[in-house]
Structure formats: structure tokens, C-alpha cells
């Protein structure tokens, strides 16, 4: 059974900063890309960021050049580096994971990040 854990969300203010966290555990499973999406009420799920297995990203483009993603491949972590945070970047954030085999997605719980004005 894979889990994913996200961490690191919370309150900030405008240009501050914050480093979200995602954990992705499955015996026996092998993950490919991780992602992360972000969704406010009444609105689609947004994709923010992704990263291959080669370190490869892409963003979209309200975040380029603020957001940095990385990963460990070791730990099966991926992270999400936040910078010049803006009151419209507050958002539930939800981590992503796809397994090598078979290409399944798996979610995690999600984590607040809100950036007061």
C-alpha cells in the first residue's frame, strides 16, 4: 500500500517563504514523476510543479521563477520551495506521486499554506 505524506504547509506572510515536504512510502514500489498541484474552493486542481526521475522540471506559470522543486530519489521525497509568496498562492497544496510500474497516481492528504496580506 503506498502512502503519501505531505508536511511543511501554514501561514506566512506576503513574500515570505515556505518549504513543503512530500513522503512517498510502498514496499516494493518504485516511483517516476512527483508533482505538486495546488486547489482553492470552488476551483480546479492546479498543477504547480513537476519533476521526473532524471531531475527534469516544469512549472506552471504563475509560479516560475518563485517555486523551486526538488526530490530525493533515495528517500522518495519530493519538495516544494516557495519564495516571494503572494496572497493568491494561498491554496490547499496536494503532493503527487506516479509508480514506475504500472503508472498509477497516488494523492496526499493535502497541506494548508495561506499568505495574508
Known amino acids: 500500500q503506498v502512502q503519501v505524506v505531505e508536511s511543511g504547509g501554514g501561514l506566512v506572510q506576503t513574500g515570505g517563504s515556505l518549504r513543503l515536504s512530500c513522503a512517498a512510502s510502498?514496499?516494493?514500489?518504485?516511483?517516476?514523476?512527483m508533482a505538486w498541484y495546488r486547489q482553492t474552493p470552488g476551483k480546479q486542481r492546479e498543477l504547480v510543479a513537476t519533476i521526473s526521475t532524471g531531475g527534469s522540471t516544469s512549472y506552471g506559470d504563475s509560479v516560475k521563477g518563485r517555486f523551486i522543486i526538488s526530490r530525493d530519489s533515495a528517500k522518495n521525497t519530493v519538495y516544494l520551495q516557495m519564495n516571494s509568496l503572494k496572497y493568491e498562492d494561498t491554496a490547499v497544496y496536494y503532493c503527487?506521486?506516479?509508480?514506475?510500474?504500472?503508472?498509477?497516481?497516488?494523492w496526499g492528504q493535502g497541506t494548508q499554506v495561506t499568505v495574508s496580506s
Open positions: 510502498g514496499t516494493g514500489v518504485t516511483f517516476n514523476a
Open positions: 503527487n506521486v506516479r509508480a514506475l510500474l504500472d503508472n498509477r497516481s497516488y
